[in-house]
């Protein structure tokens, strides 16, 4: 059964700092990986979907990597900002395509 | 273009009653997801269709819980009867297809039993 773990719980980071969330999942057999962000009392976002093939992606500010061997994967943000300030959430697709949500890094940049 | 729509975004019930949420995916999306978020965890699969058909209900409280979608478009899914511990964001979600595709999620119904 896939696990996946999010480290830390929380974060709270200076505006303009770069930073890394981190993300460990149990079964390297995954078939995709998928950082989300979650804003209080909404819905999740898509941000970056990760084929099992691929190492990384990336979107304006945002750069997500894979290691599948190690079970690991990294969502770097560059320069954050106050808007960045949410709940991101990994997950992992396994063979049988449903997503494993771990729990989530709570993210507050600080003007 | 529009995104996954839910109806409706909050209710509060006593336990033992029960309560209906509606979800339609976007338009074109053969897969269709509900997932239970309990407040400070990450979202938990309930059910799964492709089109009008179940593909994974291995989490669904059936005993509780029932789930449909009629003409493969729109969703509902039931609690019968509510229990405190049903307290949570109730998440639909919906991809082209299976797999490899993004799933894009609606704003949740929250709901508490009280």
């Known amino acids: 059964k896939q696990e996946v773990t999010q480290i830390p719980a929380a974060l709270s980071v200076p505006e303009g700092e770069n930073l890394v969330l981190n993300c460990s999942f149990t079964d390297s057999a995954i078939y995709n990986l998928q950082w989300f962000r979650q804003d209080p009392g909404k819905g999740l976002t898509s941000l970056l979907l990760i084929q099992s093939s691929q190492r990384e992606q990336t979107s304006g500010r945002l750069n997500a990597s894979l290691d599948k061997s190690s079970g690991r994967s990294t969502l770097y943000i560059a320069a954050s900002q106050p808007g960045d300030s949410a709940t991101y959430l990994c997950a992992a697709s396994g063979s049988a395509r449903q997503l494993t949500f771990g729990s989530g890094t709570q993210l507050t940049v600080l003007p | 273009e529009a995104g996954v729509a839910q109806s409706p975004r909050y209710k509060i019930i006593e336990k033992r009653q029960s309560v209906a949420f509606w979800c339609n995916p976007i338009?074109?999306?053969?897969?269709l997801y509900w997932y239970q978020q309990i407040l400070g965890q990450g979202p938990k699969l309930l059910i799964q269709f492709q089109n009008n058909g179940v593909v994974d209900d291995s989490q669904l409280p059936k005993d509780r819980f029932s789930a449909e979608r009629l003409k493969g478009v729109d969703s509902t899914l039931k609690i019968q009867p509510a229990k405190l511990e049903d307290s949570a964001v109730y998440l639909c979600?919906?991809?082209?297809?299976?797999?490899?595709?993004?799933?894009?999620f609606g704003p949740g119904t929250r709901l508490t039993v009280t």
């Open positions: 338009s074109g999306h053969a897969t």
């Open positions: 979600a919906s991809s082209f297809l299976l797999g490899a595709y993004e799933q894009y």
